[in-house]
């Protein structure tokens, strides 16, 4: 079997001496540098598969080797040892191009895992492969295809630039956040963004943080012993432990109580968490994304989201285009829908052109579900535009009504229907309130929920009771 080659940076003999014998137990070969002008000259010399470099050199700054081997060394993830506790200098490295970043006194479990990551991403030398080095075996070839499965459609300019944004930080483990409007796809970009990357052989665990009551969040998120409190009958592993190797996805992150972005905070930095009623802490491997419609910039000048948890996911920003900002993409999206759908149906041209002068206020996800009542009520093989039933058809340049500006109000049509027995004719009324209220808030559940004086799990029971799911 190939052995993988590496680059460790470090003026401490110490550290060195460590990080060698780490690396040789884990098959890897090592070069050692004390200084970056040793580091140039190696890399002119090896082709290597990782580099582990440390923030402070006698004749330099770790960072600056990040950004050379960013310009000439693509392929080769660097990852960053800073002094512990040191966050601004492990956030720099990673907006630099680290691949990851360790903290001394170096964990060696947090460093095997590390290793263990970035070698995923190494390649043999021969050009044009993308064959792993070592054992393939242990990353199923079905779990790095799985992308294959989920697909982000269009050829507009902006998301052809977003597809090589999601490949570039697919290398990464730096944290990003994912922005954008409500229905724009923001979880399929995560998805794409795990798959492509080191971890996709392992769990992808989304979470809306919004649907989670207050009371339950620490419990949820990092795990609870049995009999730690009333109710603990026995041991739940949390969301973390469920995401270790892989990827947890916030999304709505904006939704969780600053005493649980105080915990959260803990457990990105230190990279282990503490279940409710453990007396010690346990190491975790976790990438974290996050997500949400919010403007979190906002939130925090208001105080509602804690500055140093802001900083600390939002290392990269991948901010996902909206319906209305790509048009183009629209018969592509509208063709693959129907496909899923399992209909033959078409639109026809005036259904298309309809459709591209709508402003989307629930983009990709209102779409879908525009199209799915059409195929319904459509009983040709060609969808009209009055089978699409829009309630208006503003351009993508007019100014969409807030959800409070408009009260809701179930139309003219649902009233028609008086003669229908009460139970169904009271159905459709309810129907019609919470499909104006997705609308509204852009089809953010949590949002609908509060406009409509509900709870989010009244909601979620009414949406499926009423086939709106």
């Known amino acids: 079997m190939e052995r993988y080659l ?15 014998m780490t690396l ?32 402070r050199l006698p004749d330099g700054d770790g960072i600056d080797l990040v950004r050379h081997m960013q310009q000439r060394y693509t392929r080769t993830p660097i990852a960053m040892i800073t002094a512990h506790g040191n966050m601004k200098l492990a956030i720099n490295a990673l907006k630099a191009g680290a691949f990851d970043f360790v903290s001394k006194p170096v964990d060696l479990s947090v460093l095997r895992n590390l290793v263990s990551t970035a070698l995923k991403l190494s390649y043999k030398a021969a050009a044009g492969t993308d064959k792993l080095k070592g054992e393939p075996e242990n990353i199923p070839t079905s779990k790095l295809a799985s992308d294959s499965e989920q697909q982000l459609l269009g050829e507009s300019l902006v998301m052809n630039k977003t597809r090589a944004t999601i490949e570039k930080l697919a290398r990464s483990q730096a944290p990003v956040y994912i922005s954008g409007e409500s229905g724009s796809g923001k979880e399929l970009v995560a998805r794409l963004i795990h798959n492509k990357g080191p971890r996709a052989d392992q769990a992808f665990i989304p979470v809306n943080c919004g649907a989670i009551p207050q009371d339950l969040m620490e419990s949820e998120f990092f795990g609870h012993k049995k ?36 915990k959260l905070l803990r457990a990105i930095q230190e990279k282990s968490i503490r279940p409710i009623g453990e007396q010690k802490e346990i190491p975790i491997d976790v990438r974290v994304l996050s997500a949400t419609h919010k403007d979190l910039d906002t939130l925090v000048k208001e105080g509602a989201f804690r500055q140093d948890l802001f900083y600390r996911i939002n290392v990269i920003e991948l901010n996902v285009p909206s319906l209305k900002q790509r048009v183009d993409d629209i018969p592509i999206l509208a063709e693959n829908i129907l496909r899923k759908l399992g209909t033959s149906q078409k639109l026809d041209d005036d259904a298309l052109q309809m459709l591209q002068n709508y402003s989307f206020p629930g983009n990709v996800r209102e779409l879908e579900n525009i199209l799915e009542r059409a195929v319904t009520l459509c009983d040709t093989d060609t969808i009209s535009a009055g089978d699409l039933q829009l309630r208006h058809t503003d351009t993508p340049d007019s100014a969409t009504p807030s959800a409070e500006a408009t009260p809701i109000t179930p139309n003219a049509q649902a009233n028609l229907n008086a003669e229908l027995p009460l139970e169904d004719y009271l159905g459709n009324i309810e129907k019609e309130a919470i499909q104006q209220a997705l609308e509204k808030t852009r089809y953010n559940k949590t949002a609908a929920a509060k406009l409509l004086g509900i709870t989010f799990r009244a909601l979620r029971y009414k949406l499926k009771k009423l086939g709106l799911e």
Do not use: W
């Open 6 to 20: 590496a680059l460790i940076v470090d003026d401490e003999p110490d550290i060195l001496e460590l990080l060698e």
């Open 227 to 262: 009999g730690s409190f009333t109710g603990a009958v026995a041991d739940k592993q949390g969301l973390f432990q469920a995401a270790d190797g892989g990827t947890l996805f916030l999304d709505e992150v904006a939704e969780l109580p600053l005493h649980m972005q105080v």
């Open 24 to 55: 040789s137990r884990m098959d890897v070969d090592c070069h050692s540098a004390s200084n970056l002008g040793k580091a140039y000259e190696l890399l002119e010399q090896h082709s290597f598969d990782l580099c582990l470099t440390d923030m």
